[in-house]
């Protein structure tokens, strides 16, 4: 487990038992590209749909793990990329994970994205659309081979999720205030 991810599952155990490192960082990034500029102010919201309760220190540990995500996510070089299990766990972990990321994702998108009210271009609609079907049509067993081809096929994937939430945040960077476009 890279140490990032160790950073993330800690918060996550801190703040929900049973939560998981993976959904919480995806749970954040989906919000921060809903509402870059909102996320922080909507910790309730955020809180509610990763079944936290809203204490003080919770919300504390929530704002630091939603500053490490959108620090990751501004980087010049494009260094964000989906926290999930190293390549030496078996495939089917990774893909289940993957899966449970991509859900978490457009959980928090679409909590932010309703009360920010984001319109997005056709391009950023497909993109939300394309993570939401990954999330439906993973299937661990599928991939439980762990063949060369689905090897690829899952850093693929991986890869593309990398890419679409760049993009995502950019575009929702580029928009500017929420009710303004």
Same mark, same amino acid.
């Not at 679409?164 to 476009?181: D, F, M």
């Given at each position: 487990?890279? &140490?990032?991810?160790?950073?993330?599952?800690?918060?996550?155990?801190?703040?929900? =038992?049973?939560?998981?490192?993976?959904?919480?960082?995806?749970?954040?990034?989906? @919000?921060?590209?809903?509402?870059?500029?909102?996320?922080?102010a909507r *910790?309730?919201? *955020? @809180? !509610?749909?990763?079944?936290?309760?809203?204490?003080?220190?919770? %919300? $504390?540990?929530? %704002?630091?793990?939603?500053?490490?995500?959108?620090?990751?996510?501004?980087?010049?070089?494009?260094?964000?990329?989906?926290?999930? #299990?190293?390549?030496?766990? =078996?495939?089917?972990?990774? /893909? %289940?994970? *993957?899966?449970?990321?991509?859900?978490?994702?457009? $959980?928090?998108?679409?909590?932010?994205?309703? !009360?920010?009210?984001?319109?997005?271009?056709?391009?950023? !609609? +497909?993109?939300? /659309?394309?993570?939401?079907?990954?999330?439906?049509?993973?299937? #661990? +067993?599928?991939? &439980?081979?762990?063949s060369e $081809?689905? +090897? %690829?096929?899952?850093?693929?994937?991986?890869?593309?999720?990398?890419? &679409? /939430?760049?993009?995502?945040?950019?575009?929702?960077?580029?928009?500017?205030?929420?009710?303004?476009?």
């Amino acid at each position: 487990m890279s &140490a990032e991810l160790q950073v993330f599952a800690a918060i996550a155990a801190r703040l929900s =038992p049973g939560g998981s490192g993976w959904r919480l960082h995806a749970t954040l990034s989906g @919000a921060l590209c809903a509402d870059r500029d909102g996320a922080l102010a909507r *910790l309730d919201a *955020l @809180a !509610e749909l990763l079944g936290i309760r809203a204490q003080a220190l919770s %919300r $504390d540990a929530l %704002r630091a793990a939603c500053a490490q995500v959108e620090a990751r996510l501004r980087e010049p070089d494009l260094g964000y990329a989906p926290l999930l #299990p190293d390549d030496e766990s =078996p495939l089917a972990e990774r /893909v %289940r994970a *993957l899966a449970e990321w991509c859900e978490a994702f457009v $959980d928090g998108f679409s909590v932010l994205r309703g !009360e920010a009210r984001v319109r997005l271009s056709p391009e950023s !609609e +497909e993109l939300l /659309v394309d993570i939401s079907a990954i999330a439906g049509e993973l299937e #661990p +067993e599928s991939l &439980a081979q762990g063949s060369e $081809d689905d +090897e %690829r096929d899952y850093a693929e994937i991986v890869e593309f999720l990398r890419i &679409a /939430v760049i993009s995502l945040y950019t575009e929702n960077a580029r928009l500017g205030a929420p009710g303004t476009h």
